[in-house]
């Protein structure tokens, strides 16, 4: 049950690094990565060890069980020393200094210990206790991280001028732990629960402090939650795009570029039908796409901000004693295109699309397949608007959300940012700017909710957010209407009617956002089975003995023809076996060719997942060409 694997999974999970229980950094695709770095949690800090992570009636019962486990633990292993034990995203923890290395079996003996804790229903009981008495109980007992967190918040109060604080203790039973709290009243109030597994985690995240070991659990109000929630882990591991992008011959990640995938040919033909399928939107749409250098003078970040904000997430080159950065982002260098002739407002909106090769220096320890990585490239966009032309330009990206998310049967969910309170340029035309979108979000009729004071500080934003299959939320593309960076920063005008210079509006938007997490989300999602638009072999031809091969070929150069992606089995192995591995290989349609089929110029139609007794169309090929045709052309799910 509790597998190395799975408790690395979950150690990417902290509630407070912002993921998602499943490992999924809830990371803002472009620009609105620039605003979560100035929020960065001061890890490790005081405050973050004693917050207890409960926010709710779940989040009390979630921390009471690691109380619970605790108590376990000291019981099995006398002389363990505790350090921290916070509710999270779906469950709980606890570290612990042990004597020796956590089996499998130490934590079905722990769970056994808890479950004894729970059903002896003992109280929760809280006591405020003076700084020092509280220091000596901790110091007497050898819990020499409780003794550290307590020195911290007094090193803290005297820097503020302040006597050190009182602290609270909870015992329940035999176990007292130093803890702010929030508790539920007894232990008979902890739900059905399970540990999941140990992981290593260094001490206030310092890699330089004490390896503890980190037990996870998971509990929840009813047995029906719980159940359903090991499910969904379990189903999370079977999905893991990791795993299918090997199994699926994608992409694989080596150690000579962390945070880079090598994409294999079938990744590639994923990666270039959907930017093909959006380069196709875009054309409609009126889009002109530019490419800019991805190598680009410091200069250049001075002027745009990223220097001061952004710097450390930036890879630099040296050349001739100058310094240049690979870019994180398009924004900046999209105005040099604008800016390389006069505008006049005819010209508005001037939309350039643009898939540039984006790198941005994450911690190599932060790395997580697709969703988190060094190298991406984003289907981004900078349109220039005038001011009065926001609203319109908004009702018609979300129409383009909509579309492109509908092609893989994804609902969009939207939530609207407003200024934040230190948002820079002019007031009015922030309030002006809001209007505009809101009523052009009321036009298009989408469901939507407010988040005040989330927008960037440069641009009131529109984030779009998708649930995938197990109901994991992922924020994937971004529409930002920017009133400053780089409309001021790089004073850029349009001739109005009069002849005037007027500062036109800049909207940057990401559909899918990077293309490299978009595909890990979706790949999950669906888990694997693409659907059949976008599937990298979109038909397996199997012919059923080697005297059918040259008419499968045959058929396969029609198919091709019609520009479906197509392959032959032609290895000697059973019809059975075949079919078996284009299974597992998730290809949409299936064609199988006899002799019957051979004489008629006709196939046996399987459908992916169809039943094994399910009766099998046959049909001939020129109507067959036709309608997987129509079908690629439609793009929709299966
Ligand atoms: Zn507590
Ligand atoms: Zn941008």
């Not at 909106?349 to 060094?374: D, I």
């Not at 059923?544 to 058929?555: F, G, K, S, T, Y």
């Not at 029609?558 to 059973?574: C, P, T, W, Y």
Request: charged share 30%; hydrophobic share 40%; glycine share 8%.
């Amino acid at each position: 049950m509790a597998d190395q694997q799975g408790s690395a999974d979950q150690q990417g999970s902290a509630d407070q690094q912002g993921r998602t229980p499943d490992g999924a950094p809830d990371e803002a695709p472009d620009e609105a990565a620039v605003e979560g770095f100035f929020d960065a949690p001061a890890r490790g800090s005081a405050d973050e060890l004693l917050d207890a992570g409960a926010q709710d009636e779940l989040g009390a019962m979630r921390h009471s069980a690691a109380h619970v486990m605790a108590e376990a633990v000291l019981d099995l292993f006398p002389g363990t020393k505790l350090g921290i034990g916070p509710a999270i995203a779906d469950g709980f923890y606890y570290d612990f200094d042990v004597p020796r290395p956590l089996t499998p079996d130490d934590l079905v003996a722990i769970e056994t210990r808890m479950a004894a804790s729970v059903a002896a229903d003992h109280p929760f009981v809280r006591e405020v206790v003076p700084f020092e008495a509280a220091r000596a109980r901790e110091a007497a007992a050898g819990q020499a991280y409780k003794v550290e967190i307590l020195d911290d918040l007094a090193a803290r109060a005297a820097e503020a001028g302040e006597p050190p604080p009182e602290a609270s203790f909870y015992d329940h039973g035999p176990f007292v732990d130093l803890c702010k709290g929030p508790h539920v009243a007894s232990t008979g109030r902890i739900g059905p629960f399970k540990l999941l597994g140990v992981a290593g985690a260094y001490w206030r995240g310092d890699e330089h402090r004490p390896m503890l070991q980190r037990i996870y659990g998971t509990v929840w109000q009813t047995q029906e939650d719980l159940d359903r929630y090991l499910w969904r882990r379990e189903e999370a591991r079977r999905r893991d795009h990791r795993r299918l992008g090997i199994q699926l011959d994608l992409f694989s990640f080596h150690d000579i570029s962390p945070g880079s995938a090598f994409w294999h040919p079938k990744g590639w033909t994923l990666y270039r039908t959907l930017e093909g399928a959006m380069r196709e939107l875009q054309r409609r749409r009126g889009y002109q796409e530019i490419y800019t250098p991805p190598l680009v003078h410091q200069r250049l970040w001075e002027q745009s901000g990223h220097w001061d904000l952004y710097r450390e997430h930036m890879f630099f080159v040296e050349a001739e004693g100058q310094t240049y950065s690979l870019k994180p982002m398009n924004c900046p260098e999209s105005t040099y295109v604008y800016r390389s002739r006069v505008r006049s407002y005819r010209d508005l909106p001037l939309r350039f699309s643009e898939y540039g090769k984006l790198h941005r220096n994450e911690l190599s320890g932060a790395l997580s397949g697709l969703t988190r990585v060094r190298h991406f490239v984003t289907d981004d966009a900078h349109i220039y608007v005038r001011p009065d032309q926001i609203g319109s330009e908004i009702e018609g990206l979300l129409g383009e959300v909509h579309e492109s998310y509908g092609w893989l049967g994804l609902t969009p969910r939207f939530t609207f940012g407003t200024r934040p309170d230190k948002a820079l340029g002019d007031p009015a035309l922030w309030d002006r700017a809001e209007t505009l979108i809101h009523e052009a979000i009321l036009r298009a009729g989408v469901e939507y909710r407010v988040k005040p004071g989330d927008g960037a500080f440069y641009a009131p934003k529109i984030d779009i957010q998708v649930e995938d299959a197990l109901g994991r939320e992922w924020q994937t593309a971004t529409i930002q209407v920017d009133l400053v960076m780089l409309p001021e920063r790089f004073d850029l005008h349009y001739v109005d009617e009069r002849g005037e210079r007027q500062r036109p509006v800049a909207i940057h938007r990401a559909i899918y956002g990077s293309l490299e997490r978009f595909i890990g989300v979706i790949t999950e999602h669906f888990a694997g089975a693409f659907p059949f638009w976008l599937s990298p072999v979109q038909v397996e031809i199997i012919p059923i003995a080697d005297r059918h091969v040259d008419a499968a070929r045959e058929l396969a150069a029609l198919l091709d023809a019609r520009g479906i992606r197509v392959e032959v089995d032609d290895s000697g192995s059973r019809m059975q076996n075949k079919i078996r591995l284009a299974q597992e290989q998730r290809i949409p349609v299936m064609l199988v060719l006899g002799d019957r089929e051979v004489e008629a110029r006709t196939a046996a139609v399987r459908r992916r997942g169809a039943d094994r007794g399910a009766g099998q169309e046959i049909v001939p090929w020129e109507a067959l060409a036709d309608r997987l045709a129509e079908e690629a052309a439609a793009r929709g799910v299966d």
